[in-house]
């Protein structure tokens, strides 16, 4: 069965949805466009509003352990920067990241809706040009197997929504865990090659159900329990740019 790109997502803002695309261009050396490109900082963080730079996990809001976070959704325009922000379909919020007023406009939101203390005062910092606000400091997309998220479904006797796993591209027509054998090899997707890179470990993020922020499953023990260890999905560092669209066919190279 031929291996073929099933879903495009980004983040553009760390800890909130993803946002779906048909088609993007990868470059050499760089995460997903615009994937957290932006990132909340909360009141304990020791981030540097005035000049932001990655840093670990722990200094934004998460999903991890701000699960309220996943009863929002947004939509992110290209062209001028606006995120929208919507709970239960209704659009809650909107602004321009890139602007100060924007960015005040949708942290009011956030304010009002996460608790107070020292995960509160949220704060969105932009990631200098050349990085961005990804769980570790390499510029790596993130792949996952859909194959592999049904067997952990076979393991777990209930649904698997593939976007606990907050991956970038979505590949289907592969072998379940067929990705662990990938490392140290290059894929060729669309007009883009990718060297995959290391497995992704899996942490109490992907525990909240995507679509209301619900804290139904634990799929780090499902992992451990049913394959010896927590892993899904794998890194990949962009070796040759190009265009990548839903539909387009995988192979190793």
């Avoid at 993130?142 to 006797?157: C, H, Q, T, Y």
């Avoid at 109490?204 to 995507?210: C, D, Q, R, S």
Wanted: net charge negative.
């Amino acid at each position: 069965m031929p291996i073929t790109l099933a879903d495009i997502r980004r983040y553009p803002v760390k800890g909130l949805a993803s946002d779906a695309l048909q088609e993007t261009t990868l470059s050499i050396g760089r995460a997903l466009p615009n994937d957290r490109r932006w990132a909340i900082a909360h009141a304990a963080s020791r981030i540097d509003p005035a000049a932001p730079h990655w840093a670990e996990k722990k200094e934004f809001l998460m999903l991890a352990k701000d699960e309220k976070l996943g009863q929002l959704g947004v939509a992110f325009d290209d062209e001028t920067n606006i995120l929208t922000i919507t709970r239960k379909g209704k659009q809650v919020s909107r602004g321009k990241l890139d602007d100060v007023t924007g960015r005040m406009l949708l942290q009011t939101f956030l304010s009002g809706f996460l608790p107070d203390g020292p995960r509160g005062a949220p704060k969105i910092v932009e990631a200098p040009s050349d990085e961005q606000f990804t769980d570790v400091p390499d510029p790596f997309v993130s792949i996952i197997n859909l194959a592999s998220v049904r067997d952990i479904e076979r393991v777990a006797r209930e649904p698997v929504d593939p976007l606990r796993f907050r991956g970038n591209l979505y590949l289907d027509g592969a072998q379940a865990w067929a990705e662990q054998d990938w490392i140290g090899r290059k894929l060729q997707i669309g007009d883009a090659v990718l060297e995959v890179v290391e497995p992704i470990e899996r942490c109490a993020a992907t525990n909240v159900n995507p679509v209301d922020g619900a804290v139904d499953m634990n799929v780090p023990m499902t992992l451990r329990r049913g394959f010896g260890h927590v892993q899904c999905g794998v890194y990949a560092r962009v070796t040759a740019g190009g265009r990548v669209g839903v539909g387009d066919a995988v192979a190793l190279v």
